[in-house]
């Protein structure tokens, strides 16, 4: 039972990173029909910044990591709007070369971070000369039914169903989420009662890169480090979650990373136990995918572009 | 068909790669040896291989108009399987290329299946997850396969000795000649097929082939088999040339192709040879010259981007989706353009 | 330019795929009244008001709003000038309530909401009610009501009546009838009923060009005109 409970609020704060990212790139999906491969990049500088941050401010470990966590997310939201206005915007109309674009970028932005912080993992958050580097509490655990938990855990679920209130009723009570959710349905329609749609799209894209560097910031106190890999890695597993989740709906968004987070925890326990392999739970959330495509291939399909 | 003064130029050129082994011409920049040194010659036969990957790829892309980030994948197998065959379970070379044969037709068949039941973007991150359990599979190393970030210590005896060894390197470079001309032929006896013609109109407008009455499926199917089995035989290649690394079966690997057939232009018969072989050449370049002292000496600004050649790959390609959308084979047709425009300027004036 | 007229469309060529839809058609449209656009099916009447509104490319031609040439800007900016657009196939917004499809279309924060819920009262009953789940009557009445919302001095209707029950035929004319009063109306439209009934100046397409331009019930009343022109009682109807 222990082991259960464990694993299954180990596989939610691993569904909460999932969901922070997806839910971005659903709505850039959703709203400009842009697959955004350059989201990976969002990640890593995001979680690079906040790391670099924790190396160069001396303050007490909340503090430290407050202020590294919301410069994290101010660099993520600056890059996000930078490309979009930069390389999106000149080839609207353009979807093929937009998701192009994107793809140079996620190559260009990986191999800089590699080339700037090399291949090795950064120990985050990185405060030389401390003995604790999270704050205590963090660190320290609840037991659960038997189970102890790592606090951090909760701090990850906790910021995912803030950011899921946060963004759902920004959806449904302000005026740009009311452009928003129309355009996702309609984007000429849009256009054609006077709005101009393009500028939700800079919005999109800066809300994406700040939830996806939040993303990154949390995956670095879920993995105790920063690597120039995780961008790419968290990635695939937040495409995986869109698509299962319905292109544009932020509610899908976080049901299918509840599940591919859970699914991912106990596949990687029962069956690697079973099967003495290690890939069982990444490969299990394939099979979830490939299940779902072939129980609902029209409610997994994109909406038509226009 | 092409006419026969249109056929000179690549026969000529096609005569010139064969007997290229023998050419003991120093090209400098593009080459670090003269063009007859193993190492110059094991670059080429891996521009070559790659030149017959690309072209694989834009058949799905350039012509069927299927976006796929898991082409990876059947290259990877073509890498692994034959490795895993001859060398963990001490199969005969035939043997192992004759599973090869049957696995690289029956894994796309399955997986194509299923991924084709989506369109577009969907289906894009369908082949992408697919892809991603080949890496999983590969790098967790089951059973102790895999050989996990080592790879695999390919066992040289059941293989002809004319490709082991670095004074046989020509032999590898023909074969991968004869790898990139076979791609070629039957990627353009397959364009130029009935089926062919079905592909290009699905990639421009898939609804129409319904209305005339055409299921698209299993046209895209036979499109994704047939890229995938033609990829998988890349791989093998790239085992001799090679051996077995893990990084074949990222998606960044995917991305490169997806790279490559955008830099030489899609859906044109030269277009993926061109981009293929000219991504694989500056890559290589790129990577030795990240390496020079006068690269190293240079302030961290400049140095770190010259020294990371996916980094300005990357931003070669993004630079050539915004100002020449038709590839490197667009250039002699803008070329001309331009010189006519000039001409017909000056005429005028 | 004259300010005479609400709308002057010269010489508009627009491509769709290969097909030259429009091949150089130019019309006035007068200030105040309606003007209905008529024609066959597939002549590009549609086309035309999409143009107008820069939803699709045009390869030549001008489009001026007011004397002011509106041909070069996006969309949004074309529909800030005062015009508001009621698409073929209503669009209206099926996951949003009836208030926010309303609410969405709202330019400068003072809707007429008093109009609208005076012509269709049942928009005020359903506001909370999402849009796709509204009868395609009401759903016409939403698509109308978003363009009426505003104080527009020129409305683009295209086929308010296609599919609709005679008793929201009538209710349609009289609100556009209604809508006549406070802004100039191009409307296409298929109902040559309705078009007699609200329309004072008739322009028909045909061929990708502008075949009649002139008074709507000279040639509405003309059943010969009306064969010949506009195909009615043809055999291809």
Same mark, same amino acid.
């Given at each position: 039972?222990?082991?259960?409970?464990?694993?299954?609020?180990?596989?939610?704060?691993?569904?909460a990173?999932?969901?922070l990212?997806?839910?971005?790139?659903?709505?850039?999906?959703?709203?400009?029909?842009?697959?955004?491969?350059?989201?990976?990049?969002?990640?890593t500088?995001?979680?690079?910044?906040?790391?670099?941050?924790?190396?160069?401010?001396?303050?007490?470990?909340?503090?430290?990591?407050?202020?590294?966590?919301?410069?994290?997310?101010?660099?993520?939201?600056?890059l996000?709007?930078?490309?979009?206005?930069v390389?999106?915007?000149?080839?609207?109309?353009?979807?093929?070369?937009?998701?192009?674009?994107?793809?140079g970028?996620a190559?260009?932005l990986?191999?800089?971070?590699?080339?700037i912080?090399g291949?090795?993992p950064k120990?985050?958050?990185?405060?030389?000369g401390?003995?604790?580097?999270?704050?205590?509490?963090?660190?320290?655990?609840?037991?659960?039914?038997?189970a102890?938990?790592?606090?951090?855990?909760?701090?990850?679920?906790?910021?995912?169903?803030?950011?899921?209130?946060?963004?759902?009723?920004?959806?449904?009570?302000?005026?740009?989420?009311?452009?928003i959710?129309?355009g996702?349905?309609?984007?000429?329609m849009v256009?054609?009662?006077?709005?101009?749609?393009?500028?939700?799209?800079?919005f999109?894209f800066?809300?994406?890169?700040?939830?996806?560097?939040?993303?990154?910031?949390?995956?670095?106190?879920?993995?105790?480090?920063?690597?120039?890999?995780?961008?790419?890695?968290?990635?695939?597993?937040?495409?995986?979650?869109?698509?299962?989740?319905?292109?544009?709906?932020i509610?899908?968004?976080?049901?299918?990373?509840?599940?591919?987070?859970?699914?991912?925890?106990?596949?990687?326990?029962?069956?690697?136990?079973?099967?003495?392999?290690?890939?069982?739970?990444?490969?299990?959330?394939?099979?979830?995918?490939?299940?779902?495509?072939?129980?609902?291939?029209?409610?997994?399909?994109?909406?038509?572009a226009? | 068909?092409?006419t026969?003064?249109?056929?000179?130029?690549?026969?000529?050129l096609l005569?010139?790669?064969?007997?290229?082994?023998?050419?003991?011409?120093?090209?400098?920049v593009?080459?670090?040896?003269?063009?007859?040194?193993?190492?110059?010659?094991?670059?080429?036969?891996?521009?070559?291989? @790659?030149?017959?990957v690309?072209?694989?790829?834009?058949?799905? @892309?350039?012509?069927?108009?299927?976006?796929?980030?898991?082409?990876?994948?059947?290259?990877a197998?073509?890498?692994?399987?034959?490795a895993?065959?001859?060398?963990?379970?001490?199969?005969s070379?035939?043997?192992?290329?004759?599973?090869?044969?049957?696995?690289?037709?029956?894994?796309?068949?399955?997986?194509g299946a299923?991924?084709?039941?989506?369109?577009?973007?969907?289906?894009?991150?369908?082949t992408l997850?697919?892809?991603?359990?080949?890496?999983?599979?590969?790098q967790?190393?089951?059973?102790?396969?895999?050989?996990?970030d080592?790879?695999?210590?390919?066992?040289?005896?059941?293989?002809?000795d004319?490709?082991?060894?670095?004074?046989n390197t020509?032999?590898?470079?023909?074969?991968?000649?004869?790898y990139?001309?076979?791609?070629?032929?039957?990627?353009?006896?397959?364009?130029?097929?009935?089926?062919?013609?079905?592909?290009?109109?699905?990639?421009?407008?898939?609804?129409r082939?319904?209305?005339?009455?055409?299921?698209?499926?299993?046209?895209?199917?036979?499109?994704?088999v047939l890229?995938?089995?033609?990829?998988?035989?890349?791989? @093998?290649?790239?085992?001799l040339l090679i051996g077995?690394?893990?990084?074949?079966?990222?998606a960044?690997?995917?991305?490169?192709?997806?790279?490559?057939?955008?830099?030489?232009?899609?859906?044109?018969?030269?277009?993926?040879?061109?981009?293929?072989?000219?991504?694989?050449?500056?890559?290589?370049?790129?990577?030795?010259?990240?390496?020079?002292?006068?690269?190293?000496?240079?302030?961290?600004?400049?140095?770190?981007?010259?020294s990371?050649?996916l980094?300005?790959?990357?931003?070669?390609?993004?630079?050539?989706? @915004?100002?020449?959308?038709?590839?490197?084979?667009?250039?002699?047709?803008?070329?001309?353009?331009?010189?006519?425009?000039?001409?017909?300027?000056?005429?005028?004036? | 330019?004259?300010?005479?007229?609400?709308?002057?469309?010269?010489?508009?060529?627009?491509?769709?795929g290969?097909?030259?839809?429009?091949?150089?058609?130019?019309?006035?449209?007068?200030?105040?009244?309606?003007?209905?656009?008529?024609?066959?099916n597939?002549?590009g009447?549609?086309t035309?008001?999409?143009?107008?509104?820069?939803?699709?490319p045009?390869?030549?031609?001008?489009?001026?709003v007011?004397?002011?040439?509106?041909?070069?800007?996006?969309?949004h900016?074309i529909?800030?000038?005062?015009?508001?657009?009621?698409?073929?196939?209503?669009?209206?917004?099926?996951?949003l309530?009836?208030?926010?499809?309303?609410?969405?279309?709202?330019?400068?924060?003072?809707?007429?909401?008093?109009?609208?819920?005076?012509?269709?009262?049942?928009?005020?009953?359903?506001?909370?009610?999402?849009?796709g789940?509204?009868?395609?009557?009401?759903q016409?009445?939403?698509?109308?009501?978003?363009?009426?919302l505003?104080?527009?001095?020129?409305l683009?209707?295209?086929?308010?009546?296609?599919?609709?029950?005679?008793?929201?035929?009538?209710?349609?004319?009289?609100?556009?009838?209604?809508?006549?009063?406070?802004?100039?109306?191009l409307?296409?439209?298929?109902?040559?009923?309705?078009?007699?009934?609200?329309?004072?100046?008739?322009?028909?397409?045909?061929?990708g060009?502008?075949?009649?331009?002139?008074?709507?019930?000279?040639?509405?009343?003309?059943?010969?005109?009306?064969?010949?022109?506009?195909?009615?009682?043809?055999?291809?109807?």
């Amino acid at each position: 039972m222990s082991t259960l409970v464990l694993l299954t609020i180990t596989g939610l704060g691993l569904g909460a990173l999932y969901f922070l990212i997806a839910s971005g790139l659903s709505l850039i999906y959703g709203l400009m029909g842009v697959l955004n491969f350059a989201h990976g990049a969002f990640i890593t500088f995001g979680a690079y910044a906040a790391w670099w941050i924790t190396t160069h401010v001396e303050a007490s470990a909340e503090a430290e990591l407050i202020l590294a966590t919301a410069f994290g997310l101010v660099f993520g939201a600056v890059l996000g709007a930078l490309i979009e206005l930069v390389f999106i915007r000149p080839l609207y109309r353009r979807p093929i070369e937009q998701v192009l674009v994107t793809v140079g970028l996620a190559l260009a932005l990986g191999a800089l971070v590699f080339g700037i912080w090399g291949a090795d993992p950064k120990l985050f958050p990185d405060r030389p000369g401390e003995e604790i580097s999270l704050p205590s509490w963090m660190i320290d655990t609840t037991t659960i039914l038997g189970a102890r938990i790592p606090n951090d855990r909760f701090v990850e679920i906790a910021v995912a169903v803030v950011v899921l209130a946060g963004l759902t009723a920004f959806l449904r009570f302000t005026r740009i989420g009311l452009i928003i959710r129309a355009g996702v349905e309609n984007r000429s329609m849009v256009t054609a009662l006077g709005i101009d749609v393009r500028k939700t799209f800079t919005f999109v894209f800066a809300v994406g890169g700040a939830l996806a560097a939040l993303a990154g910031v949390l995956s670095g106190i879920y993995f105790s480090t920063v690597d120039p890999g995780r961008g790419t890695s968290l990635l695939i597993f937040a495409f995986i979650v869109v698509v299962i989740g319905g292109f544009g709906s932020i509610g899908g968004s976080a049901v299918a990373a509840v599940a591919v987070g859970l699914v991912q925890q106990y596949a990687n326990y029962y069956a690697a136990d079973w099967l003495d392999w290690s890939g069982a739970g990444d490969v299990a959330v394939m099979f979830l995918l490939a299940g779902v495509l072939l129980l609902r291939p029209e409610g997994l399909a994109p909406k038509v572009a226009h | 068909m092409m006419t026969p003064r249109r056929a000179v130029v690549p026969v000529l050129l096609l005569a010139l790669l064969i007997v290229l082994p023998f050419l003991s011409v120093d090209i400098p920049v593009l080459f670090g040896g003269p063009l007859d040194s193993p190492g110059t010659l094991n670059l080429l036969a891996l521009c070559l291989v @790659f030149a017959g990957v690309a072209l694989s790829y834009d058949l799905l @892309f350039g012509y069927t108009g299927l976006l796929s980030f898991g082409h990876a994948l059947y290259f990877a197998l073509g890498v692994y399987l034959p490795a895993i065959a001859v060398t963990e379970w001490e199969w005969s070379l035939p043997a192992a290329l004759a599973l090869l044969a049957v696995v690289a037709i029956a894994l796309p068949l399955v997986l194509g299946a299923v991924s084709l039941r989506v369109t577009g973007i969907a289906f894009a991150m369908v082949t992408l997850a697919f892809a991603q359990a080949g890496n999983v599979i590969v790098q967790t190393n089951p059973g102790g396969l895999t050989g996990g970030d080592e790879g695999i210590i390919l066992n040289f005896d059941p293989l002809p000795d004319f490709v082991v060894g670095i004074v046989n390197t020509k032999y590898l470079y023909w074969l991968a000649l004869g790898y990139a001309v076979a791609v070629f032929l039957i990627a353009r006896a397959a364009i130029g097929s009935s089926a062919g013609h079905v592909w290009r109109a699905i990639r421009d407008n898939e609804r129409r082939v319904e209305v005339i009455g055409l299921r698209p499926y299993p046209y895209k199917l036979l499109a994704f088999v047939l890229a995938s089995f033609l990829a998988a035989w890349g791989g @093998f290649l790239w085992l001799l040339l090679i051996g077995v690394t893990p990084e074949v079966t990222t998606a960044t690997f995917t991305l490169t192709l997806l790279v490559m057939v955008v830099l030489g232009g899609t859906g044109t018969r030269f277009g993926a040879l061109v981009g293929g072989f000219a991504y694989t050449l500056l890559d290589n370049r790129l990577r030795n010259l990240a390496g020079e002292e006068r690269i190293q000496d240079l302030p961290d600004v400049l140095r770190v981007p010259l020294s990371e050649p996916l980094f300005l790959l990357g931003a070669l390609f993004v630079a050539i989706v @915004f100002f020449a959308p038709g590839g490197i084979s667009s250039f002699p047709a803008r070329l001309r353009s331009l010189v006519y425009r000039r001409a017909a300027k000056e005429s005028a004036s | 330019m004259s300010t005479a007229t609400a709308l002057d469309v010269n010489d508009l060529h627009v491509y769709l795929g290969e097909s030259h839809v429009l091949q150089g058609v130019s019309f006035s449209v007068a200030k105040g009244g309606v003007t209905a656009l008529l024609g066959r099916n597939g002549v590009g009447k549609t086309t035309t008001l999409r143009a107008l509104m820069g939803l699709v490319p045009r390869s030549r031609g001008s489009v001026e709003v007011q004397g002011e040439n509106v041909t070069r800007l996006p969309t949004h900016a074309i529909v800030r000038r005062g015009i508001g657009y009621v698409p073929e196939d209503r669009d209206v917004f099926a996951g949003l309530t009836v208030e926010e499809n309303l609410r969405l279309s709202e330019r400068g924060g003072n809707g007429r909401y008093d109009l609208v819920y005076d012509l269709f009262p049942e928009l005020r009953e359903r506001g909370r009610q999402r849009a796709g789940t509204l009868s395609g009557g009401q759903q016409q009445m939403v698509a109308i009501a978003r363009a009426l919302l505003n104080d527009n001095d020129l409305l683009l209707i295209d086929e308010p009546t296609k599919g609709l029950a005679p008793l929201l035929v009538t209710e349609v004319a009289v609100a556009l009838e209604r809508a006549a009063e406070l802004s100039t109306i191009l409307l296409v439209e298929q109902n040559l009923g309705v078009a007699k009934r609200v329309a004072e100046h008739a322009v028909v397409l045909d061929g990708g060009r502008v075949v009649y331009e002139g008074a709507a019930g000279e040639l509405l009343s003309n059943p010969e005109r009306v064969r010949e022109l506009l195909g009615v009682g043809g055999a291809g109807h």
